[in-house]
């Protein structure tokens, strides 16, 4: 990457103090929204600098999560492809499977910090939900998860998991009885009850501070991946890769190499069925400038400015925008966004269960599928990492079924 690029992508590196990476982000919010959100911002400005607060983050790393994570030398799938060392940063490793308990945890403890009883959020798919469940439980708060009916029945085991953790979930019967009306409805229970209640985002998405502070929860991930590939390999990788939906987990295993000009850095887009049509969520390929939950960003959406329907075979990554910080970080030139689609993401499910023994994500298999093909173009002497955000055991029934085991 040239120098003048670099230096033109550092702007965008921080948010100023509007919320805004270049063009992006932000917080433009209805009035009933504006005091709530701004006591976390002011909360989480406290907190980041607070050596009390990042210790007991940092506690809870390592002994609830387990963390520091596994960087694992995938031998096996390196010999098959025939290129590069692919290594995997294994978030699925981390106690409840994900990438999402660090930024939950984070979440959790600023609630408790600012005197809330309870924490609210929206669900799609529910992964979201269980991990906040689970750090609330812990930290012993309560917790509410809104979500669509239609999301209520799909996704049975996690309501389960969300209501064994001692979470109430509430189903939405509006509209269309999903994801957009779960968030609307959360967003209203939260702004009639704030005193009591802290709002918690699933990825680097929503108003400012939203995007900053996940990803600062999450930037462990890319912290230890850095120092792990210096110890074993004397060296910073060639190249890193994650999947994007929202963003949560890239932003996590970038952060920490932005910097590093020699680290070329890929975000794997969902293709879903294919860019033509609207079978993907490929909001980097296919989006265009508009606003969504609270932010400036890309957005996949209709001409009347509506989201857009989106569709990936990872539950996980199906949503119609992006955190705004990636799309800043595209305009600057210092990550690649590209694509995977669902074929290819379920190939390389298989082929890792296979060669190595470890079943991914659906989510997490695009990013390996995408490392593989960046692996076979690279020399033997050249390093990857690819993120593994999460572990693949809820995804056996459904993969199972389009193998037709
Ligand atoms: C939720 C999820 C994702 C997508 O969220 P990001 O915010 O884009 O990281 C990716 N992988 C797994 C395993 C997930 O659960």
Request: aromatic fraction near 6%; hydrophobic fraction near 40%; charged fraction near 20%.
């Amino acid at each position: 990457m040239a120098d003048n690029n670099t230096q033109a992508a550092e702007s965008v590196f921080r948010a100023d103090t509007n919320g805004y990476f270049g063009a992006y982000g932000g917080a433009e919010l209805p009035p009933h929204l504006v005091a709530p959100i701004a006591e976390v911002r002011e909360a989480y400005a406290k907190a980041v600098n607070d050596p009390e607060f990042q210790a007991e983050f940092h506690d809870l790393m390592a002994k609830y999560v387990g963390r520091p994570s596994l960087l694992y030398y995938a031998e096996n799938l390196t010999k098959k492809m025939g290129g590069a060392k692919i290594y995997l940063k294994r978030e699925d490793l981390n106690h409840s499977g994900a990438h999402k308990i660090n930024h939950c945890l984070g979440e959790v403890l600023l609630a408790k910090r600012l005197g809330k009883k309870k924490v609210i959020a929206e669900t799609g798919a529910g992964q979201h939900g269980v991990a906040l469940a689970t750090a609330a439980a812990l930290l012993g708060l309560e917790c509410e998860i809104h979500m669509g009916e239609i999301d209520v029945e799909k996704q049975h085991p996690n309501v389960i998991r969300m209501q064994l953790l001692g979470a109430k979930v509430v189903p939405v019967s509006a509209g269309g009885r999903s994801l957009k009306e779960a968030v609307d409805s959360a967003f209203d229970t939260y702004a009639a009850d704030y005193q009591d209640t802290m709002f918690c985002i699933g990825s680097v998405v929503g108003p400012d501070p939203y995007p900053s502070m996940v990803r600062d929860f999450q930037s462990v991930v890319g912290k230890e991946a850095r120092q792990q590939i210096q110890e074993v390999e004397g060296r910073l990788p060639d190249a890193i890769v994650a999947c994007v939906g929202g963003g949560s987990n890239a932003m996590g295993l970038f952060d920490a190499f932005l910097g590093d000009a020699e680290v070329d850095i890929y975000g794997v887009e969902p293709g879903g069925e294919g860019l033509s049509g609207n079978r993907h969520a490929a909001t980097m390929a296919k989006g265009s400038a508009g606003f969504i939950h609270g932010m400036n960003t890309l957005v996949l959406q209709e001409e009347d400015g509506s989201p857009s329907p989106v569709h990936s075979i990872a539950s996980g990554l199906d949503y119609p925008g992006v955190g705004p910080q990636h799309a800043a970080l595209r305009d600057a030139g210092r990550v690649n966004y590209v694509t995977c689609d669902d074929r290819e993401a379920l190939e390389a499910f298989s082929e890792l269960s296979r060669t190595e023994g470890i079943i991914p994500a659906l989510e997490s298999s695009h990013a390996v599928a995408y490392a593989c093909k960046l692996a076979k173009e690279m020399g033997p002497d050249q390093i990857v990492i690819a993120n593994l955000s999460g572990r693949g055991d809820k995804d056996v029934d459904y993969v199972a079924e389009r193998l037709g085991l």
